[in-house]
Nanobody
């Protein structure tokens, strides 16, 4: 299974981006789908997760600003970001839990300038 993340870019503080993660197969069997990020010199951290039943979870740092969603028909999940801050600058990785495995996409860079 391959995951392809896209949608990153360079924006100014306060702006928005929508990240997408497209899977090479149906996502119906995925237990959960999510997003993590890694800033330079820092460890990868959890951002958001959507469970197969639609329940969502967010890191405290992004609650109220980011929203995760999925489209089973398109085999894609999204991270709608808003009110971006310079501290949101990172490589964003999509992930998916399938069986006992955690799958990763290749990452997409988000850079927020002040």
């Amino acid at each position: 299974v391959q995951l392809q993340a896209s949608g990153g870019g360079t924006v100014q503080a306060g702006e928005s981006l929508r990240l997408s993660c497209a899977a090479s197969r149906s996502i119906v069997a995925f237990k959960s789908m999510g997003w993590y990020r890694q800033a330079p010199g820092k460890q990868r951290e959890f951002v958001a997760r959507i469970i197969a039943n639609g329940d969502t979870q967010y890191a405290d740092s992004v609650k109220g600003r980011f929203a995760i969603s999925k489209d089973n028909a398109k085999r894609t999940w999204y991270l709608q970001t808003s009110d971006l801050k310079p501290e949101d600058t990172a490589v964003y990785y999509c992930s998916a839990a399938l069986g006992g495995n955690l799958l990763w996409g290749q990452g997409t860079q988000v850079t927020v300038s002040s």
